[in-house]
């Protein structure tokens, strides 16, 4: 039987990239994938990639899949979002919080209202998204909740700092480094309900229409990433193991992957060189 069978998942940020391979998978082993996103036809937004397209691709791989528009940092389409995949498919098995938005730029630069939209999406959408499936997944004492970190979280240390050119990754790094406490916390909450908690994050920069366009990798196929799939493979593995196995996880893909042996070798955090204070608790 696939492992997730008969589950409902929700996947947010699954137009392109890390979303679109985590739906894909998910449906290929079974579930009912709630495909959430702003972007729903291609050409709707500037970069690759669409509601439309990542649907279709389940489907004909012969999986189940729905579009749901949704801008996650906005609390109403939060609630309508777990509302309308409720009456489309049942109650949330699954969430997987991979939305991100942000803006690489120096804070004395940085806009206010930048840095509050980048935060309502990458660290109070997962909050609230939680908050909304957990009353069902308590109830059941079922259900997996990840969240999609990254190697920002890891911060620079103390100085003094080498002259280098600035990228201005605090506002990442810090929301990332939030989802990682958070996801710990949580994870303790519910732990006694039978509900996992994790986060997750690529040992490489995985190559996405949207890590090009912040030039973080050369190209989409630039060979010091790591395959989006990786990162699918290694959210299916937090979101079927039992929580005594994985919850309370700050991970690594290639790190988790290989635990789990389904990969003969691997690079990057988590196996080459350690991750953040919370991956190593």
């Known amino acids: 039987m696939s492992s997730l069978a008969g589950r409902v998942a929700i996947v947010t940020g699954a137009s392109r990239g890390i979303g679109a391979a985590i739906a894909e998978l998910f449906a290929a082993e079974g579930a009912r994938v709630a495909c959430a996103a702003r972007t729903l036809k291609e050409g709707d937004h500037p970069l690759e990639g669409s509601l439309e397209t990542t649907v279709a691709a389940i489907r004909a791989a012969g999986g189940e899949a729905r579009p749901f528009t949704c801008n996650v940092a906005e609390t109403a389409d939060c609630e309508r979002l777990v509302a309308d995949v409720r009456q489309a498919y049942g109650p949330c098995d699954v969430l997987i919080n991979n939305a991100a938005l942000t803006y690489y730029q120096p804070v004395v630069d940085m806009p206010y209202r930048r840095w509050e939209r980048s935060f309502a999406v990458n660290v109070h959408a997962p909050f609230y998204l939680s908050h909304l499936v957990l009353p069902e997944m308590i109830a059941r004492r079922q259900g997996a909740i990840v969240n999609i970190s990254s190697g920002a979280a890891i911060g620079p240390g103390r100085g003094p700092y080498p002259d280098q050119p600035l990228r201005g990754g605090a506002l990442y790094g810090a929301e990332k480094a939030a989802i990682e406490r958070f996801s710990q916390g949580l994870a303790q909450e519910v732990y006694g309900h039978g509900v996992t908690v994790a986060a997750l994050a690529p040992s490489q920069v995985v190559p996405t229409p949207g890590t090009l366009y912040h030039h973080l990798v050369a190209s989409l196929d630039d060979p010091r990433g790591e395959s989006p799939g ?27 992957l290989l635990e789990y042996g389904r990969i003969p070798a691997g690079r990057g955090l988590g196996v080459e060189r350690p991750g953040s204070g919370y991956s190593r608790i």
């Open 230 to 256: 990786l990162m699918a493979q290694a959210a299916l593995l937090l979101a079927t193991e039992p929580p005594a196995k994985v919850s309370g996880r700050v991970v690594y893909s290639q790190q988790l």
